[in-house]
C-alpha cells in the first residue's frame, strides 16, 4: 500500500521557521520527483516545490522562492520542505506528492499568526 | 505559466443527474510528439486530500467508476459525470502536467440541490 505521511506542522509566529517531513512507502520513491502543494483554508490547491528524482533540479513557485527549500533523502524515503521567514499568507495544509504517479499524502495544517 | 480556468466554481445537483465541469487551459496541453493531453482531474471531499481521477485527460485511474468521465484536446476539456450519486460530492479540479510547473484550476464544488 502506498503511503506519504506528512509531519512537522504547527502553530509558528511570522518570521519563524519550520521544516516539513514526507515519509514514503509502498513504492520506489528513489525513481520519482516529488512535489510539495498547499492549500490554504477554504481556498484551491497551490503548487510550491518540485524536486527531481534524483535531486538534480529544484522548482519553486515565485509565492515561496527564496524563503523555503525542498530536499529529499532517497535512503530514507524522505521528502522535506524548510520553511523560513514564514508569513500569514503560509497559513495552509501542506501535501507531499508523487503528482506524476497520483500519489497524495494526508496533509499537514502549518499556521503563521502572532 | 500555463493558466487553468475552471467553470462553473459551484454546481447544485441532484442525485442521478449528469453534470459537466469544464476547464480550459492558456496553452495547449497537447504533445505534438505523443499525441497524449497532458490534463489530470482531481476529487478532493471534505477533510481529505485530493484523490486522481482520470489522468491524460481521458484515462480513468484503476478503482474509479467508470460514471466519470474526462474528454477533449488541446486547450478544452471536460469531467462528466453520469448519474451523479452522493458520494460524489465533493470538489474537483484539474490539473496541466504538460510544463512546469504544474498549475490547477480554482476548484468546482459539487453541492446537492
Known amino acids: 500500500e502506498v503511503q506519504l505521511v506528512e509531519s512537522g506542522g504547527g502553530l509558528v509566529k511570522p518570521g519563524s521557521s519550520l521544516k516539513l517531513s514526507c515519509v514514503a512507502s509502498?513504492?520506489?520513491?528513489?525513481?520519482?520527483?516529488m512535489h510539495w502543494i498547499r492549500q490554504a483554508p477554504k481556498k484551491g490547491l497551490e503548487w510550491i516545490a518540485l524536486?527531481?528524482?534524483?535531486?538534480?533540479?529544484?522548482y519553486y513557485a515565485d509565492s515561496v522562492k527564496g524563503r523555503f527549500t525542498i530536499s529529499r533523502d532517497n535512503s530514507k524515503n524522505t521528502l522535506y520542505l524548510e520553511m523560513n521567514s514564514l508569513r500569514s499568507e503560509d497559513t495552509a495544509m501542506y501535501y507531499c506528492?508523487?503528482?506524476?504517479?497520483?500519489?497524495w499524502g494526508q496533509g499537514v495544517m502549518v499556521t503563521v499568526s502572532s | 505559466d500555463i493558466v487553468m480556468t475552471q467553470s462553473p466554481s459551484s454546481l447544485a445537483v441532484s442525485a442521478g443527474e449528469t453534470v459537466t465541469i469544464n476547464c480550459k487551459s492558456s496553452?495547449?496541453?497537447?504533445?505534438?510528439?505523443?499525441?497524449?493531453?497532458?490534463l489530470a482531474w482531481y476529487q478532493q471531499k471534505p477533510g481529505q486530500s485530493p484523490k486522481l481521477l482520470i489522468y491524460l485527460a481521458s484515462t480513468r485511474e484503476s478503482g474509479v467508476p467508470d460514471r466519470f468521465i474526462g474528454s477533449g484536446s488541446g486547450t478544452d476539456f471536460t469531467l462528466t459525470i453520469s448519474s451523479v450519486q452522493a458520494e460524489d460530492l465533493a470538489d474537483y479540479y484539474c490539473q496541466q502536467h504538460y510544463s512546469y510547473p504544474p498549475t490547477f484550476g480554482a476548484g468546482t464544488k459539487l453541492e446537492l440541490k
Open positions: 496553452q495547449s496541453l497537447l504533445s505534438s510528439g505523443n499525441q497524449k493531453n497532458y
Open positions: 524536486i527531481y528524482y534524483d535531486s538534480s533540479n529544484k
Open positions: 509502498g513504492f520506489t520513491f528513489s525513481s520519482y520527483g
Open positions: 506528492a508523487a503528482l506524476s504517479r497520483g500519489y
